[in-house]
């Protein structure tokens, strides 16, 4: 981009080569449509929205919103929205109905697409937290139109931290899907926050996406992944497929734990043997690695109460040397730590210095909020927590997403509940975005880190009455 404006090209967050700007080149781009899921209205969603429907993209492109139902506050959110734009974009609101077979976010993806323009070529899927650049639905587009045989084009969040410990969690978590962009674009992660597909793969069932998605899915992007896996299909992730992902202003630590919850739990789900042996993997993988992560700091802290117990007791360096030389382990702990903060300061530099390059229309993002303290917290509390988690998803084989509690068999959903309330029960929050799932406003859940942590073991014992 920076070679591209020194050559005189002011529009690089759009295109490399100025010349694709001409409208000979224009008018032949692919029609797209971009089918939103929604669920619940945030402090947020609002900015995320006309982020997404004010895109550049100067080929045919259609939008459309899908909820649960009229009752959504989302709903009524999205209508003044698509009111205000009706002018200058094709957009529309669709009402798909409560789900049976799949998780509800799956369920109004498929109603979408089912919706969309018949002579669509791309469908793509977005959450309501993401905050597209304006170039960024044509760069998912130009790299399909040159790589047929992309299967799926991702991108991945950069989290903005609201300053809580929670928040910082969540950052720390989704960190390594950075790691796609180190293998020049080719990843098996995959973000269902943003996904670009082909359209003739739902209308033809290729590959069985549809009725894989729809046969018990839980959860949209490992579903797809194993699907692609299974088939050796490409998922590429392109080098400005970088999204900023504001947090909740109020996530709190509880908040945090019903996220890493649904996170964990997607490794329970499976579409076949293939894929629950490899769910099983890296379920024993990631729990041995972030409790090996921990287990040193751990341990540090021992060789470091000894080494003072010693200092004050007036021992001397020759009395002690084992105490030295587990300090020597500390002090390469302490190095290698420095170490990591410095690569994550420095990988989100990067990120946020493109991400204001590819939105130069909109508020400059800025490293200076970031508490790199609370990161290094973070990092331990969520790779302490991670397998607690994962054991519990194991055992519990159920889970409550924005009020609707799954319940699976062999790896799919079979059973879903929906909990019934009255106007006078306080409002639900969602975990990342803090939306309203309901129509009553009211002030967010507080808590402190104890009494966190206090809900999370009652939760062990009733998870039904808990759980939400």
């Given at each position: 981009m920076n070679d591209a404006m020194r050559n005189g090209n002011s529009f690089p967050f759009l295109y490399h080569d100025i010349?694709?700007?001409?409208?000979?080149?224009?008018?032949n781009l692919?029609?797209?449509?971009?089918v939103m899921p929604l669920k619940g209205f945030g402090e947020h969603n609002l900015h995320n929205w006309r982020s997404q429907i004010t895109s550049l993209y100067g080929g045919p492109l259609e939008f459309l919103f899908v909820v649960e139902s009229t009752e959504d506050p989302a709903y009524h959110a999205v209508s003044r929205l698509i009111l205000e734009f009706e002018d200058y974009v094709d957009?529309?609101?669709?009402?798909?109905?409560?789900?049976?077979?799949?998780?509800?976010?799956?369920?109004?993806?498929?109603?979408g697409v089912e919706r969309m323009h018949k002579d669509t070529k791309y469908v793509l899927f977005l959450d309501d937290d993401v905050?597209?650049?304006?170039?960024?639905?044509?760069?998912?587009t130009r790299e399909m139109e040159k790589?047929?045989?992309i299967f799926i084009q991702t991108g991945y969040p950069l989290d903005l931290p609201s300053g809580s410990l929670g928040s910082y969690c969540i950052y720390e978590y989704h960190m390594p899907c950075s790691m796609g962009f180190a293998t020049g674009g080719k990843t098996f992660f995959l973000w269902g926050g943003c996904m670009m597909m082909h359209a003739d793969d739902f209308r033809q069932d290729r590959y069985g996406v549809v009725s894989g998605l729809k046969d018990g899915g839980y959860s949209d992007d490992m579903t797809l992944a194993a699907i692609s896996g299974a088939h050796k299909r490409l998922i590429t992730s392109p080098p400005v497929a970088v999204f900023p992902h504001p947090l909740a202003s109020d996530l709190n630590f509880g908040r945090y734990w019903n996220y890493l919850r649904k996170q964990t739990f997607v490794l329970e789900s499976y579409i076949s043997n293939v894929n629950w042996m490899m769910n099983r993997a890296l379920f024993g993988t990631h729990c041995y690695l972030s409790w090996g992560f921990v287990a040193p700091y751990f341990m540090a802290l021992i060789h470091v109460a000894a080494g003072l117990r010693?200092?004050?007791?007036?021992?001397?360096?020759?009395?002690?040397?084992y105490t030295f030389g587990g300090l020597s382990l500390v002090t390469i702990l302490a190095i290698c730590t420095l170490v990591e903060l410095l690569s994550m300061w420095n990988l989100t530099r990067i990120e946020v210095k493109l991400c204001n390059m590819l939105s130069p229309e909109a508020s400059q993002l800025s490293l200076a909020s970031y508490n790199w303290g609370l990161v290094f917290v973070a990092i331990l509390v969520d790779?302490?927590?991670?397998?607690?988690?994962?054991?519990?998803?194991h055992f519990s084989q159920s889970i409550n997403w924005s009020g609707i509690r799954y319940y699976l068999k062999d790896g799919k959903i079979h059973k879903i509940e929906r909990t019934q309330r009255s106007k006078?029960?306080?409002?639900?929050?969602?975990?990342?975005?803090?939306?309203?799932?309901?129509?009553?406003?009211?002030?967010p859940m507080r808590g402190s880190f104890l009494s966190s942590l206090s809900r999370t073991l009652a939760q062990w014992h009733q998870p039904k009455k808990f759980d939400c």
């Open positions: 010349n694709e700007l001409e409208h000979s080149n224009q008018v692919p029609r797209v449509s971009v957009a529309k609101i669709i009402v798909a109905g409560l789900s049976t077979t799949c998780s509800q976010k799956i369920h109004n993806q498929l109603v905050r597209l650049h304006p170039g960024s639905i044509g760069a998912l790589n047929p045989d010693f200092y004050v007791n007036g021992y001397s360096v020759e009395e002690t040397p790779n302490f927590l991670y397998p607690l988690s994962a054991v519990r998803s006078d029960m306080d409002p639900v929050f969602t975990d990342l975005g803090g939306k309203h799932l309901y129509g009553k406003k009211g002030l």
